[in-house]
């Protein structure tokens, strides 16, 4: 049983080609630069293992259909390819952004569910045409194999009214839709089902705050094994201070740029998606460079180390008063696995809410899941590897299974 994966964006196709027994990937890749002078296809045969095999090409990849079936020749190539024919393909897990409220769970692809998608192009309309175009070329070149879609927003449907509810004139939310949706749901449920597993008890009995940081970087409160707040709003912007978006500020900042800066709605969304953030502060997205930066005394990367964790720090506090008893923390994605300072600085004086992080623990380096807070914590602590595109496969899975 050979899954694939496809998280398709506007210029770009993630892929992954997963053998669903072992859970092991036998192909990794990217297309990127689709449309653009010369596009780039970088594919990795058995990533991580003895037999890996990387390489990238180089051409003109006018749209998607050319980019999908330049990887289905890779894959299928008799010399070094995984497999024979396109009909050796199980399933397809294709990661949808936004499923607004029609979709609390991934979908089997039919025309009515490919409308439903479509019906959600206000809420990202960025995202979901990218991810439609991913689908209509996959659905052309595999139409008899079963597709799957498995939504960024599903996971966080479980939230109550008053959690997603913003505090505007109701009629927004009944004509448009207006309200918290929450991203990253595949990545926050994904790794709380893998901590309740370390936790031994059934996912239904857990209590926790996942903290998902990476480029982009959000928080959930998970009480009874379900979504009951996110920081992530009706769209990805609200919430944490992440790469190059602001997270969290005044909404009437909007007014104040139009008046004094002379902005524009269109412009002020690009200040604040893609010019804040960590990069804002300090000009670096990359904690990595901003540790390197705050080691040779950089006062601006400093301040932008100190905002990003105090922000996490505030989040943590609501969300232990949203849950009241949580079981377990969990830190995940690029700066969630792998920086040790920011997760101390997130959590630094929280020991007096029981949260006691071992700083031996936290600063051993590895690839697995592990615990890393001390024995008398009573909030356990994790650092747990998140896997979308497993996620994703083991959604479709699922699906096809019914
Ligand atoms: P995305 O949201 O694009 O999936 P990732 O989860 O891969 O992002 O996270 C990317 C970010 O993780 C990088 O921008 C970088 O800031 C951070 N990161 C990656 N490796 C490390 C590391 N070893 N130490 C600290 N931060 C890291």
């Known amino acids: 049983m050979k899954f694939l994966v496809i998280n398709s964006g506007s210029s770009s196709i993630k892929y992954q080609v997963i053998e669903m027994a072992t859970e092991s990937v036998l192909a990794t890749g990217l297309v990127e630069r689709i449309g653009e002078a010369v596009g780039r296809l970088k594919n990795t045969f058995y990533p991580g293992t003895e037999r890996e095999r990387e390489s990238v090409l180089e051409q003109a990849i006018p749209d998607h259909d050319q980019g999908m079936r330049l990887v289905i020749a890779l894959l299928t190539d008799p010399e070094q390819g995984i497999i024979g024919t396109t009909s050796e393909i199980t399933a397809i897990g294709h ?18 569910i490919l409308d439903a998608i479509k019906r959600n192009i206000p809420l990202a309309p960025l995202h979901n045409p990218a991810n439609l175009d991913g689908i209509r070329v996959a659905m052309e070149i595999f139409p008899t194999v079963p597709q799957v879609a498995v939504f960024d927003t599903a996971f966080h449907q479980t939230m109550p009214p008053h959690a997603f509810m913003y505090a505007l004139p109701y ?8 309200r918290r949706y929450g991203f990253h749901g595949t990545s926050h449920r994904f790794v709380a089902g893998e901590c309740a597993r370390l936790l031994g008890k059934p996912l239904a009995e857990c209590n926790l ?9 959000s928080m959930t409160a998970i009480a009874g094994g379900v979504s ?30 139009q008046q004094n800066k002379g902005m524009d709605l269109e412009s002020i969304d690009a200040l604040l998606n893609k010019e804040s953030g960590l990069k804002g502060l300090c ?13 040779a005394g950089d006062q601006r990367a400093a301040l932008a180390l100190n905002v990003q964790t ?11 008063a949203v849950l009241g008893r ?33 700083p031996e ?22 650092v747990i590897p998140t896997n979308e595109e497993l996620a994703i496969a083991r959604e479709a899975a699922t699906v096809v299974s019914r």
Request: aromatic share 6%.
């Open 326 to 358: 949580v079981d377990a923390i969990v830190f995940t994605a690029g700066i969630g696995e792998n920086d040790a300072i920011v997760r101390a600085e997130s959590l630094k004086g929280l020991e007096a809410f029981g949260i006691r992080l071992d």
């Open 228 to 257: 009951v707040d996110t920081s992530l709003g009706l769209t990805p912007l609200e919430g944490l201070v992440m790469g190059t978006r602001s997270g969290d500020v005044d909404p009437a900042l909007h007014l104040f740029l």
């Open 95 to 112: 990661r949808v952004v936004h499923g607004g409220e029609d979709f609390r769970e991934s979908a089997l692809i039919t025309p009515a």
């Open 310 to 320: 105090y922000r996490n720090r505030k989040y943590l506090g609501a969300y232990m």
């Open 209 to 217: 705050i996942t903290v998902h940081l990476g480029n982009g970087c």
């Open 171 to 178: 009629r927004l939310y009944e004509q448009d839709r207006v």
């Open 361 to 382: 623990k936290n600063g051993q380096r590895a690839r697995e899941a592990r615990c890393i807070s001390r024995s008398d914590s009573t909030v356990q602590i994790f």
């Open 283 to 295: 000009g670096m997205n990359d904690m990595r460079d901003i540790h390197k930066a705050v080691a």
